[in-house]
């Protein structure tokens, strides 16, 4: 069961939103109303009539239409063609691409969508891309639009834009359904906001009377955690020393320039910047991925700017990748085979050049109860698992055995609010256990909370250090954007 | 949750191959019915054909060389590379070693050990050339396959001459290297009753290296870095393996085992690399093992139907019906098990994503922080 007990009243002309955690039961939600999956109890009624969704087919007929997260557009197509593609206008054998277009710009005019149907879906941008969908389905008469996570792929402009063209919608007399977990977001569009936990309906609240918070304490069922550290547990033993340390691309690029920090036992630094300013080439130097062209990395007193990943893994480096599918896990192997890679030489999982496949698993059950991971089995591939579960399975992996630096890209990125405490938890113990630990993350509160020390990285060099006692989220973010470069504070 | 051999698990797993194996005898039926024939009194015909002793000896020796190239190139699917050039290697390796077995003389069992040791040795640098092209240069190993097939075509075209490593043969005009002696001989041995024909003695080989390759595969840390390179190469290179020298290393593996299928034939039959010396089998082994899913005991049921299809329809001339109806049932064989295959991987997928929707309902053994406010609302 994933979910059970939903009670929702959508009204109609309205912007009803759906939050919850990840996991939570919104996707199965939502598949549910688009006929996807069909509900084992209880009834659906549009409009006072009851309906079977069967098929998606059903949902249309019912005048439901989905707007997915990600995209479902033929490139080399145009605007046109994705629209009317499978629903097509004929005249005799041939589309009648006429007719659609002017239907197509009745619409679009009508709820200001504009869009040019004669372009090429490949060369439109994100916030087009997405008004395509939304017009993919009111072509087909739908009267309630479900969209799932809009705005996770958009830009700040582009959200606006969006809910502009959302409220154009409901002043029509359409009734969107929007599942979002950023609340701000949900606060300044929804008309009323129904909460989700563990599959089931915990409240449905009005966006006037609550606030983010009552709204993130509503979707976890607790208090939210809040990223600090206490007591300083800073050694003045270095652990991780680069110096120098200079990364250029094949092709001559400097992607690193300079950097030198130096990381001490019990220590975390945090290292803040907008996405693609070098964070990714830093954990891959750090990590042997990537040959260093200059400079050097230091492990202790040990020089290991040569060494191969594996060796450094052995050394105790180990890492929370930034994109945790591609770098992270094998999507098609058992959780217990994940819980193996980066550690397949490292006790409890090789015995010699051979697997200790007891050892491992016994140990994924271990990670899997401390870091509530939420799986029916460790037989099961680690593509059968939300995100959020996924990152608590390599988090719990690579605080395992006996880390002395641990690289976190993004370690609470996609988990849900209880799994980010329970993460920040791990670190704080780690830390005062005399884990050095090298912090990257796109969030500021956590990044600010959660280091001893504070840089800033952009364009590939770290240009600040800031004092994370005495640092706003402001001071880090006018750093990051390069508005200012000189160094405050002590780090 | 169902363990790993759970009822429900096994008949899921059957369910691709047998899936495809009705279908395809249901097009080979429109086929026959289509030319005229009754599709039941010609299955009819290969199965009791099939049965007989002598065939099922030929079954499981035509099987055997089928195992060892489906093995080979299983090795190099298991980490997405596509070793088109079995069949080269098989060919050059039975070649060059029926030439060196000719030449030397050496005590029973070292003879016929040397033999097999320098066909794996010869298969594994053919297959090497394409690894190392493939790791340091990025040439895809599919085309330089596709290529070292057509030199190795030359190469023993140019070598296969009177003079170089060839002899005539008496009476022919076949010429074929020196023949092995006595002493390199691998001798069959009478398992089905009621036939001369014997089994190849490369049978216990060819279960060897299956086990040896499921061992490998399943139990050892290589294994599990070449599984790990095959299904996510960008998660491989951050849990530490060098995909360079893992995919050297896997085709040196998947070569040196090509090696391997020419030995039954030549250890066991022919004793000399002539122009007659069957070729096409690394193709076969393509075939083989994406019926088999590069699992080793998948691949041997492959291989066994697969012979079992060739060999029994050799009657079905006698019968007036062109025996290429196997090879129509073997290629909708392979082509629907492909697509049965990703049906069940879906629904499988689908499952467990509703299991762990299950759990995700369940309350949460403990929250770890905060203090729970229980339920508002």
Redesign the interface.
Known sequence: ????DINIAVQAGHVHAIVGEN???KS?LMNILYGLIRPDEGTISVEGTTVDLASPSDAIAAGIGMVHQHFKLADNFTVLENIVLGDEPTKGAWVDFGRAKSRINEIADKYGLEVDPEELVENLGVGDRQRVEILKVLYRGARILILDEPTAVLVPQEVDELFDALRDLKSEGLTVIFISHKLDEVLSVADEITVI????T??TVDPSEVTAHDLA??M??????VPELRDSTVTDKPVLTLDGVTVTSPDGRTLLEGLSFTIHSGEILGIAGVEGNGQAELVDAV?G?RPISSGTVLLGDEDITAW???????AGVY?I?E?RT????????PLW?NR??????EVPN?KG???D?KGARADTERIV?DY?V????I???A????GG?QQKLIVGREMSGTPKMLVAAHPTRGVDV?AQ??IW?HMRTARANGLAVLLISADLDELIGMSDSLSVILRGRLVADFDPRSVTPQDLGSAMTGATTSAEGAA | ?SG?FSPRRIALTLAAPVLAIIFSLLIASIVLLAVGDSPLVVFQAMLDYGVRPRTMVLTINTATTYYLSAVAVAIGFKMNLFNIGVDGQYRLAAMLAAAVGGAISLPSPLHALVVVLVAMLVGAMWAGIAGVLRAYRGVSEVISTIMLNAIATGVIAYMLRPGRLAVSTQGSNNIGTKPIPESGHVPGFAFVPGTETKVYGFVFLAVLVGVAYWYML????????L??TG??E??A??????VKRMIVTAMLLSGAVAGLVGMPQLLGGSYSYSLDFPAGLGFTGIAIALLGRNNPVGIAFGALLWAFLTNSAQILDLEGVPKEIANIMQGTIVLSVVVAYELVRRYR?RE??????????????T???????????
């Open positions: 069961m994933a979910n059970r996991g939570a039961g199965t936990r563990r599959g089931t915990v409240a304490e509503l976890v069922g607790s208090e939210l955690p990590m991925i191969a990943t594996r060796k450094v893994r052995e890492a990748p994109d591609r770098q992270g896990l094998l999507l098609e192997a085979e193996m890679l980066g550690h397949q030489t090789a050049p051979l697997i496949r109860r509530d939420r799986t029916p089995s037989d099961i591939p593509s059968a698992l939300s579960n209880g405490a329970a938890d | 949750m790993r399943n139990r050892t840390r290589f294994g599990f870095d599984r790990a299904m996510s960008s998660a290179v951050s849990s530490g393996v060098s997928l467990q994503q509703q299991q762990v929707g299950e759990q995700v309902a369940e309350e949460p053994p929250p770890r922080t905060g203090s729970d406010m229980g339920a508002p609302v």
